[in-house]
């Protein structure tokens, strides 16, 4: 009978790599690249592109104060229910009392 358990601090199998991993190719020069080259060469557009970045990673309201959103979230959605059913019943009479 084996041993069950593997020899440790043994030999591992060399692995041999495709040539393509091993030398990989040089990234595409994509449209998306050259656009990005080309904002990151003008200072004034690397500003721009921080600045939206800035902006979208920004703390929300929503997340500084999660509890009156919700609260007032609430009350928006209410409302808005509250319209639209109150509209479709007034639609609803207006088609069965042939007024419409």
Do not use: C, K
């Not at 043994?10 to 994509?30: F, I, K, Q, S, Y």
């Not at 979208?56 to 229910?81: G, M, N, W």
């Amino acid at each position: 009978m084996s041993d069950p358990t593997p020899p440790t601090g043994g030999h591992r199998a060399r692995v041999d790599l495709p040539d393509w991993m091993r030398n990989p190719e040089p990234p595409r020069r994509t449209p998306g690249r050259r656009i990005s080259e080309l904002v990151d060469s003008v200072p004034a557009l690397h500003e721009a592109r921080r600045r939206i970045w800035r902006w979208r990673d920004r703390t929300r309201y929503s997340e500084r104060h999660p509890v009156i959103s919700a609260v007032v979230s609430f009350f928006v959605v209410a409302l808005t229910a509250t319209l639209l059913i109150t509209g479709t019943l007034y639609l609803f009479h207006q088609i069965t009392h042939h007024e419409l």
